[in-house]
DNA sequence: CAGTGAGCGAGCTTCCGCTTGACTT
């Protein structure tokens, strides 16, 4: 048996770590933390010194027991897990949980997973830095309390089963206010001047654009009628040498980002994508916040640079982390191998892997050498000019292998080659174009430009950007949704072959694909919260608790102190919210019906967003949700009247009506007793008795396929045909049936056999039966007159 | 599973960060 146990986090870490001690140590992973604070309401001592109630956490028992069992047989005990605040914390629920002594202990830290970094952390131990610790206590506490006292006001004041948070609320924030900002945007416009000339005999285009832009039409008119019949010669040209350089490799966020920009993958999935990479030892840990390179990967990129490229394309360098908050435990996300250009499963972790070896290795490589040529064309009549602007790339150094994407589409790259040119030279016209540009409001949200955001203020850690993003939409806070945009005219002059025409286009305006809105949950939520605790809800709230941990980190406060004085002001204001805040309902007055003079206002009902007809007390008051993409913020009056046309009736099919209306599960038609989803692309209020009857039939004959087979002896249980192939219902609960069973032979017993290999139907909404609910409700009663 | 638009009584919901599987109607 080893004498040696190490303990780290991940277990593809121990794979690798193992193989680099040799036989004398056997190093196993904690797989994160083992312990965190217990579920309930009393995790807390609020009254006692905030004295944490910590728990193994359930899924965790096995391997504690495991460790447990390990550590009694080793000598020597060595904790690596990271080194951050997380990192020494799981270190030192270790110790406490393990059992372990002070003499057969020891922490050891290495930021990179190489063979000479481990033997360095091994020849350097040191004790569990117990302030550090202290600044993740503060950290865990400080969250739980947020978490859990905000909570439960918003359960009493808005609506059950809402949750806010320290990273979410402030995330759902910057959603609802980017949405105003949108919705208020004043789009004004300027007339853009555009050229295209050709030099003397040749036959390649010039294009130049005036700097200046004019305010309306007639001021764009009257340059270009002086443009008429100017001459056009060159009075200046200037050529400018420019170098630019690679990004830095790959963090967390900037991976999720630029995987999000050039191959449209959601966070989520770039991260299981490089998950799998990572445990198939293709890359480096995936979560990081670090752009630092180890020395051996960097000498790995130089040789492997020097291989395929040449000499004069490797730069070796390393770069320096500007993310505020971040931790540095990890190296930058990288290929474990810079030889292997390409690596991966599939297609998909393909794609991923060529992104993170480019990525990486461009970072390695020589800055690409550019030279900027800008001419000056002057326009003899309005004294003016044009400026045309080449690009030409001397030497491309690690242009050769990846650019760095951008999140703004329409920022044309004008850089193209100019032919030779010389002062003086008149050149040829072809045409001048005068263009109506609107301005545009900021952008939209992507999954990927939030997590920059938040990165950018400090908010959230690697391992959470993925999982806060799918918080606050599974909350119904927030909704990633495409729109389709609205044409918009806009107004082009064009002179060519000396005569001037006005002509009036069409662009589309304001199509989004995959951005995030809030719901009209979300932006009350957001102001409710905003409005009672603003401190909480502020951008630098994290920024400054931040820099309290710090100094719990450093010894300089006690975490108890600091939890102290964030606790008191802060649960003064949610008694006080409590006690005296209003319900919220986002209630607002839309307008008045004409049919019957009364009044009309949205608000969330208890199914949602809702326009109302008529006030509380009036008996024929009438009720319709809001549609998909609609909000209460700024649906209008024609909007709203709209929605009272349902139920419509459409027609008649077998003698039964049939009907259009909107439910909970988006637009249906009804015919008998038979609902059946409008699909997207036909509309609840067009939708004509032919289109109808399809939709019905298709509905009626996907239910009769859905019986594959019943049994008489028990009419609960069906064999049933769902969306991924054959499965086994018996009441209420759901069973699979194993792979490569031929189905319509099932007899009543192989049927009982499956769920009784199965087990207990799998715990699903109906199955929360506590086994002793009056136990806890007493406790929890006790708790409660404890507080008074 | 769908048409509603409450809330006294009863119990439940919820946080952020570290890690992987298990599992999906």
Redesign the pocket.
């Known amino acids: 048996m080893p004498k040696n146990l190490v303990i780290v986090?991940?277990?593809?870490?121990a794979k690798t770590i193992e193989k680099f001690l040799g036989k004398d140590y056997i190093v196993k992973?904690s797989?994160?933390?083992i312990r965190?604070?217990d579920?309930?309401?009393e995790a807390i001592d609020v009254k006692n010194g905030f004295k944490p109630n910590y728990i193994v956490s359930p899924d965790k028992t096995k391997i504690v027991a495991e460790l447990k069992k390990l550590v009694k047989e080793s000598e020597m005990v060595w904790l690596a897990s990271?080194e951050?605040?997380?990192g020494e914390a799981i270190s030192w629920h270790l110790f406490e949980v393990l059992g372990l002594k002070e003499e057969n202990t020891k922490r050891i830290v290495f930021h990179e997973i190489t063979k000479p970094a481990i033997e360095k952390a091994i020849l350097n131990p040191r004790k569990i830095d117990k302030d550090l610790v202290d600044a993740q206590q503060a950290r865990?506490i400080l969250?739980?309390l947020v978490?859990?006292e905000l909570?439960?006001v918003l359960?009493r004041k808005v609506k059950?089963?809402l949750?806010?948070?320290?990273?979410?609320?402030v995330a759902v924030r910057l959603i609802v206010e980017r949405e105003r900002e949108v919705n208020n945007h004043n789009s004004t416009f300027e007339f853009r001047i555009t050229a295209e000339f050709t030099k003397k005999g040749e036959s390649k285009i010039i294009k130049a654009e005036l700097s200046e832009r004019f305010k309306t039409e007639k001021e764009a008119l009257s340059f270009i009628e002086l443009a008429n019949g100017s001459n056009f010669q060159i009075t200046n040209i200037e050529v400018k040498p420019s170098q630019r350089k690679a990004a830095a490799p790959f963090t967390t966020s900037t991976l999720q980002q630029e995987a999000s920009r050039k191959l449209g993958y959601p966070v989520a999935k770039t991260m299981l994508l490089a998950?799998k990479l990572y445990?198939a030892g293709h890359i480096t840990?995936m979560?990081t916040d670090s752009v630092n390179l180890s020395q051996t990967a960097i000498s790995g990129a130089e040789a492997e640079i020097k291989k395929a490229y040449g000499t004069q394309y490797s730069m070796p360098r390393n770069y320096t982390t500007k993310s505020p908050g971040a931790?540095e435990a990890h190296e930058a996300i990288r290929p474990t191998y810079f030889e292997n250009h390409t690596a991966g499963e599939d297609a998909q972790e393909i794609r991923l892997y060529e992104l993170i070896w480019k990525r990486s290795i461009a970072s390695q490589m020589a800055n690409a050498e550019l030279e900027r040529t800008i001419v000056d064309i002057n326009v003899s009549k309005a004294n003016k000019h044009l400026k045309a602007e080449g690009e030409i790339i001397k030497f491309d150094g690690f242009l050769k292998v990846y650019l760095e994407g951008k999140d703004d589409e329409d920022d044309e790259e004008n850089s193209t080659l100019l032919p030779h040119l010389s002062n003086g030279e008149v050149l040829d016209l072809g045409q001048i174009l005068a263009e109506q540009k609107f301005s545009r409001a900021a952008p939209r949200y992507t999954e990927a430009s939030l997590v920059k955001k938040l990165e950018e203020l400090g908010?959230?850690?690697?391992?959470?950007y993925a999982p806060?993003i799918s918080?606050i939409q599974k909350?119904g806070y927030v909704l990633k949704d495409n729109r389709e945009g609205t044409p918009r005219n806009f107004q082009t002059i064009l002179l060519k072959n000396n005569t001037i025409k006005a002509h009036t286009a069409t662009e589309n305006v304001g199509a989004e694909k995959s951005k995030l809105f809030p719901t009209d949950i979300g932006t009350l939520v957001t102001d409710f919260l905003s409005e009672h605790f603003k401190n909480i809800m502020d951008y630098g709230f994290t920024a400054a608790v931040e820099k309290e941990f710090d100094e719990v980190a450093q010894g300089l406060k006690s975490w108890v102190k600091m939890i102290e004085g964030f606790y008191k002001p802060f649960h003064i204001e949610v008694d006080k919210t409590m006690a005296t805040a209003e319900r919220a309902n986002a209630e607002r007055v839309i307008g008045t019906d004409p049919e019957t003079g009364k009044q009309i206002t949205g608000r969330i009902?208890?199914?949602?967003p809702?326009v109302q007809i008529g006030d509380?007390e009036d008996e024929n008051k009438k009720?319709?949700?809001l549609r998909a993409g609609q909000t209460l913020e700024t649906i209008t009056i024609e909007q709203a009247l709209e929605l009272f046309k349902l139920p419509r009736l459409i027609g008649s099919y077998k003698e039964e009506k049939v009907t259009a209306?909107i439910?909970?599960?988006?637009p249906?038609i009804?015919f008998g007793?038979v609902?059946?989803?409008i699909p997207k692309d036909k509309d609840v209020f067009e939708i004509g008795i032919v289109e109808a009857i399809e939709i019905i039939d298709a509905k009626l004959q996907a239910e009769a396929e859905k019986l594959i087979k019943s049994f008489k002896e028990d009419d609960t249980l069906e064999i049933l045909k769902?969306?991924?192939g054959p499965?086994i219902a018996q009441g209420k609960a759901?069973y699979?049936i194993p792979k490569e069973t031929e189905v319509s032979t099932l007899t009543y017993a192989d049927v009982m056999a499956i769920i009784e290999k199965a087990g207990p139907a799998?715990a699903r909404k109906a199955a929360?039966k506590?086994p002793a609910?009056?136990a806890?409700?007493k406790a929890?009663a006790k708790a409660k007159v404890k507080k008074k």
């Open positions: 986090e991940s277990p593809a870490k992973s797989f994160g933390h965190d604070l579920k309930g309401d990271d951050d605040r997380e865990r969250d739980r978490g859990f909570s439960p359960w059950p089963s949750s806010a948070g320290r990273v979410q609320s998950q445990e840990y979560r931790q908010i959230g850690r690697p391992s959470t806060t918080t909350r009902g208890r199914y949602g809702l509380a009720f319709a949700s209306a439910g909970r599960f988006g249906y009804k007793s609902f059946a989803s769902g969306r991924w499965y759901f699979k799998p929360a506590n609910p009056k806890k409700a929890k």
